[in-house]
């Protein structure tokens, strides 16, 4: 004998299938939950404070709105026969006037057209007489909090704007949702989970039956 003990042979550690299944997708939910979280934090940001602004109209933060009031005639070919070509009176409008957003109004009242526009943060309107051209237009434009205000409610803005409102959205549903899976995939926060949840619901509901 020479005093030795032969080593002990490793033992085998195995995973069990489903707990190796779950703790993967306790890791990918983790990892989507954190790059989603990173990404709408801007997102969140930006419709907290515009939240507040609308709940609170009087925070203007010292900005006025700003009125102005033009005149002018209008091109040939705007007006033939007392009816008026509304294109080109917009186009015309927007390229010398600073006219902008959509169109809101338009029509004619006897011998007088008038056209109106809305866009974020912005009101303007102009009417014109149908027999020498001659128009007056009025623009009001109601600072950085209004155009804000109106980025948050997705009034009077473009395609483009109405598609990022909806993708925010969405990722905003899915951070809620991969959080929420986060949760109850981890058994010791599980049942603190769902009180948490079924308090909010409750508070929720209650909130918005006051309302």
């Known amino acids: 004998m020479t005093g030795i003990e032969p080593e002990a042979e490793p033992r085998l550690i195995r995973t069990v299938p489903g707990r190796r299944r779950r703790n993967n997708g306790q890791r990918w939910t983790r990892l989507l939950h954190s790059w989603l979280s990173m990404t709408s934090l801007l997102v969140v940001l930006f419709f907290a404070v515009t939240g507040l602004t609308l709940n609170h109209q009087d925070w203007t933060f010292g900005q006025a709105p700003q009125v102005t009031k033009t005149s002018g005639t209008l091109p040939s070919g705007a007006i033939t026969s007392s009816e008026p070509d509304f294109l080109q009176i917009s186009e015309y ?15 004619v009242d006897a011998d007088t057209g008038r056209i109106s526009y809305s866009g974020p943060g912005y009101t303007g309107s102009a009417t014109f007489s149908l027999t020498d051209g ?77 309302a």
């Open 134 to 210: 001659s128009y007056t237009m009025e623009s009001t434009r109601y600072g950085l909090v209004a155009v804000a205000n109106d980025l948050h409610k997705g009034r009077h803005t473009s395609t483009a704007w109405s598609w990022t409102i909806d993708a925010a959205a969405v990722l905003l549903i899915l951070v809620s949702v991969t959080g929420l899976i986060l949760q109850f995939l981890i058994q010791k926060r599980r049942t603190t989970a769902l009180i948490l949840l079924g308090l909010g619901v409750v508070a929720g509901a209650g909130l918005m039956f006051l």
């Open 93 to 107: 409008l927007r390229a010398n006037e600073g006219a902008t957003g959509e169109i809101t109004d338009h029509g």
